[in-house]
């Protein structure tokens, strides 16, 4: 399989603290994969690094072959990675509509369009002209993935969908994810609940104090090399 995303020794800083230490992820092209572990993990700031919001060494993240560690956020979304990041992040003043338009400001080309994005969250498309803040959680979170995808990425980074939603949203939420990976999108999906993360991902990555602590097929692991990998020393 071709990897389309490539992380080696990957570092990350915060001044003069340290969050990431050399982090070594792989995607292939229509994976999802899922990176999960406790709240200071570091999940987040891995994220932000690949979306380019964080300093990284030029060599540290290869995407399709290319060393990308460093570029500017704005071509980095040109060249088709997408954060949906954490707490959503919407326009308050701005109507759904427009909170979807300014996803696709990249224009690169692709079947996400407001079309497609209505077609698959019909309850934005009904409360279109509303203020996005006016909406539900579950609904904001579908706008901030409508948002990403109207970039039309080839990699998906979606940090923490779920939080502070109630089941039945998350759910409905995470039941778009095969149509929106159908077509060989990759996806990279931090959670914070381990049983949703290993349904919805084929490899998983747990991440403790900034290193991977486990890696490994979602579907074959044990939970109590999950809970060892989650709490316990890194080894
Ligand atoms: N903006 C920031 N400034 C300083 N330290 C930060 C910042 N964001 C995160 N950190 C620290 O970096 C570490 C990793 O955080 P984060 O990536 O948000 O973890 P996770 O997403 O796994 O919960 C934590 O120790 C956190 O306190
Ligand atoms: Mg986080």
Known sequence: MEAILETRGLTAF??????LFGIDVMVERGEVIALIGSNGAGKSTFLKALAGLLPASEQQIAYRGEAIGGMPAARIVGMGIALVPEGRRLFASLSVEENLLLGAYSSRPGRWTLDTVYTLFPILKERRHHAATALSGGQQQMVA????LMSNPDLLMCDELS???????VREIYAALPSIVGDGMSAIVVEQDVQLARRVSKRFYCFQEGRVSLAGASAEVSDEAITRAYFGAVS
């Open 14 to 19: 915060y001044g003069d603290f340290q969050a």
């Open 145 to 148: 993935l409508g948002r990403a």
């Open 163 to 169: 939080l502070g939603l109630a089941p039945v949203v």
